[in-house]
């Protein structure tokens, strides 16, 4: 049995794919994701990092999570 005072742990693995450019992919749409939590095997593709973010969020609190683009300063 967990102990109360035991910390509360969430795993997560993300995975990033490129696509090459020859398979006939835009280049904004190369990249691509799956996030997985491992404590239930439970996965979720994505192709925007935002999308991760709410899935993790289904398990862990990310408050106001905001993602900036490198070109939004």
Known sequence: MVSPDSPRVES???RF?????DQGVL???AWHGVVIHVQT??????AHFADAVAFIARYVPVGDFQLRMKDEG
């Open 12 to 14: 997560f693995v993300l």
């Open 17 to 21: 794919v490129h696509d090459a450019p």
């Open 27 to 29: 280049p904004s749409r």
């Open 41 to 46: 095997n439970e996965e979720k593709t994505f």
